[in-house]
């Protein structure tokens, strides 16, 4: 009898205890945040968007290890959120070598929220529509030059 009464109460609390393990659990949730994050958009010189491209963020306290990686969505944007003032670096790379990095300084007044923290930085690529220009320019040039040499020989025969 004890042994019965044992077992039903041990089969109770068990079906009391996997009922409310539901209960018990921790959830999830969100809430929209008002913390500054740092927002970039990487690109090839031709103006083509590193989309999907691998991303890391580096800290002003820490060069060796990454604070933050990621990638690059569709449109070649990656945000971080800076958690202290200095100059952060943050490389974003291809499989086919290439390599832009950018350095952004980060002040006390943006990580207080009282600048917008907008930069721009010259990475050694051409403005859009540039390049264009200048590879019209490059082609003229090429073919300015051959005509040159081939009339230097065509004047010497």
Known sequence: MRTK??????LAVGLILLSECE????????????IRAVSLEFMYSTGEMMSYREARVFSPNDEKFAYQTGRTDEKGRFAFVPDIAGTWRVIVRDE????????????AEFLAGKSDG???HDDGT??????????ALLGVSVIFNIAMIVRRRNAHQ
């Open 126 to 135: 051409f403005p859009q529509g540039m390049e264009l220009f200048i590879r």
């Open 23 to 34: 209960i018990l659990a921790h959830g999830t949730g969100y809430r929209h945040s008002e």
């Open 96 to 107: 086919e070598g290439h390599q832009c990095t950018a350095e952004i300084d980060v002040t």
């Open 5 to 10: 009464i044992f077992i039903g109460l041990t």
């Open 118 to 120: 907008t930069q721009q």
